[in-house]
């Protein structure tokens, strides 16, 4: 991987949460649970493994070449692991992955967790066939991931029930911060993710809902893309990117998130599947 340049780009396999839809009137901005694929040079880094990582593998193996990843799990609630199970270059030797979860000590490990979904009756075949070279990796909160020479993991603690993890991934000059499954409190803003997301070049956040729907939705674990807005603001975030998109909220009810959004701040996106963000 060069050291020169800022060579990548972002890709969204599934920016859905809760779970996954099909429908005419979601078909703009996609269906799919959480899955963004991270490209810095020739290292793959995935957030998440919901829906869309069944897309991403077929996606994968397509290329016909070998694959090797770090998959960044902000935590285990269904809809962001449950591509896992169909996630085809799992069942090939050839393959390596590390998957990272920073949630689940000191009860639990993140293989036992996905052991535990791959079993019946919830699941006929177990995890252990699996054929590729899985490392599962446990850390702590604000614990720092050296995934190459040249990237470095800063993760930060979310408040969620059964607890999720941010990160930002910097490489290079670059950095990229995915912090989905956060309830905000209305009274201050989250010291831990503005520290995480300090001039960040990319601010992916979740924005299951408005302000208005998140005042009837308290204690569920999610934020309002106006919080996320606020956020970036305060943080001097470069572009930010709103993601986790209620079930509920279709096409039509997404483009006017975007007009006002946009109106806000003209370097806001609204994820949707397929989006391409080239460095």
Known sequence: MSNQSNNGYLK?????????????????????TSCIELMCGDHLILFDAGTGLKVFGDFLLAQKKIIKADILISHTH???ILGIPF???FYASSHQFRLWAGHLQPERLLKDVLSNMMTEPFFPI?????????AYNDFNPKDILHLSESI?????????????IGYRVNYNNLSICYVTD???QTDEQNAHILKLIQDADYFIYDAT??????ELHRHWGHSSWQEGYRLAKEASVKNYIIFHHDPDHDDQFMDKIALEASSLNPNTIVAYEGLNIKF
């Open 12 to 32: 969204f396999w599934g920016v859905r949460g809760t779970f996954p839809i099909t429908s005419a009137s979601h078909s703009k901005y996609g269906g799919n």
């Open 87 to 89: 996630f085809k270059p």
């Open 152 to 164: 470095k993991v800063e993760t930060t603690s979310l408040n969620h029930p059964n607890r999720a």
């Open 182 to 184: 956060t309830e905000h």
């Open 78 to 80: 269904l809809d962001h």
């Open 209 to 214: 809902y408005t302000d208005n729907e998140f």
């Open 126 to 134: 177990p995890i252990d066939i699996f054929k590729a070279d899985i």
